[in-house]
């Protein structure tokens, strides 16, 4: 008896874990799946051209039992033909602060850079909160904000994308 309810209590305070990270991140949920948002690039960051139309194609999916998201992108220029900037963001839930934290890496052009962030959640938006730094040291902070979306209304393709 005692084995059985010593197996229930470790099942239980996994379970326990793993939803109060999923409960956390859930926010996020309406960008699970696959989008593309044609934007134009504003040479913001160290690597990226300036004015260049582009096609970014993300995909935001959940890891680890939903305890974790993973979201990936790569812009191309509309003919495709050239990369623009390619990365990936882990969104998860910081147990110390219980407030979702993020790290980011990829490649602008030919720019290597990471960073670290956190997500303030607001009324009808989520910002994010960003620092970066790229290979050759320049260091770069922005706040992004997140439309939230409704499954029902989600497009294939959208045409924005905010930054303040």
């Not at 229930?8 to 859930?26: C, R, T």
Request: proline share 3%.
């Amino acid at each position: 008896m005692r084995k059985i309810l010593l197996v229930i209590m470790i099942v239980s305070g996994f379970l326990f874990a793993q939803n109060e990270a999923y409960d956390a991140l859930k926010v996020l949920e309406p960008y699970i799946g696959k989008w593309q948002i044609k934007e134009s690039s504003y040479g913001f960051f160290e690597g990226l051209p300036e004015n260049t139309e582009m096609i970014n194609s993300v995909e935001y999916s959940w890891i680890t039992d939903k305890s974790a998201i993973l979201e990936t992108w790569e812009s191309r220029t509309l003919d495709g033909k050239q990369r623009i900037n390619v990365g990936s963001i882990l969104y998860i839930l910081d147990p110390a602060t219980n407030s979702i934290k993020t790290k980011h890496f990829g490649y602008d052009g030919n720019v290597y850079w990471t960073g670290k962030g956190w997500i303030e959640k607001k009324k009808n938006s989520l910002s994010l909160h960003v620092e970066e730094l790229t290979i050759n040291g320049t260091h770069t902070t922005y706040t992004l904000s997140l439309i939230h979306i409704s499954e029902p209304t989600r497009p294939r393709l959208s045409s924005y994308a905010v930054f303040c």
